[in-house]
């Protein structure tokens, strides 16, 4: 589905999501603004690190990939979560456990995005030296509301107990998300994980919403 999204972007003319310009993607002008800049920006029940601010350019590009089905944005956001990724002080193989998707999502998108990015910023982390694998060890249990628009605390209360995790013991378990705002999602995944026996020990995201 997405991919014939982005077949039919190319023969509508599709824009750069940051300036407008014919591009099928991020222009070469914009790839080069979205330079990643990872930094902890909270201690969301771990150590959070994200590689941008959701603002601008950034917030544009992650709005078209998720709402507009811009699949070939996935390029340049998996570079951005990657360089997150590679930020973390942790050796040895990484266990990226992404935050699953609601059914609802998958319908309307085509696809669990944020586990198709995780999947792509592992296959860029190996060519310098980092060994990641994505492991989907985190299930939603029951139906959530959107969001957006919510409180912390209403963000809090909302996901509370929405995750599950089969028991194990994963070690250096990084969850990864597209977005932090409150910490909430993170939270409440590093607390399934924790109650069924692993060890998440970070979590990255692409951008952080001030």
């Known amino acids: 589905m997405r991919l014939a999204t982005a ?11 940051g300036c407008g310009a014919p ?3 991020v222009c070469r002008r914009c ?19 994200a590689a941008g601010e959701h603002t601008d350019l950034l917030r544009d590009v992650i709005v078209a990939w998720k709402e ?9 956001l998996a570079h951005l979560l990657a360089a997150s990724i590679a930020a973390l002080p942790l050796d040895g193989p990484l266990t990226l456990v992404p935050v699953p ?13 944020v586990a198709d990015l995780a999947a792509a910023a592992s296959d860029r982390l190996r060519p310098v030296g ?10 939603l249990t029951r139906r959530t509301a959107d969001q957006s628009g919510l409180d912390a605390e209403q963000r809090a209360r909302n996901l509370r107990g929405a995750y ?16 932090v705002t409150t910490g909430a999602t993170i939270g409440e995944a590093v607390r399934a994980l924790r109650a069924a026996g692993h060890r998440p020990v970070a979590a990255a995201v692409v951008a952080n919403r001030p």
């Open 7 to 17: 077949a039919a972007d190319l023969l509508l003319g599709a824009q750069c999501p």
């Open 23 to 25: 591009s099928t993607s």
């Open 31 to 49: 790839w080069i603004a979205l330079d990643p800049s990872p930094r902890l920006v909270r201690h969301h029940a771990v150590p959070t690190v």
């Open 68 to 76: 507009e089905n811009h699949a070939t944005l996935l390029n340049p």
């Open 101 to 113: 998707a609601s059914r609802r999502s998958r319908r309307a998108r085509g696809a669990d995005l």
């Open 130 to 139: 980092v060994e990641a694998h994505v492991s989907p060890a985190l299930r």
């Open 164 to 179: 599950v995790s089969r028991p194990g013991a994963l070690p250096n378990l990084v969850v990864v998300d597209d977005v």
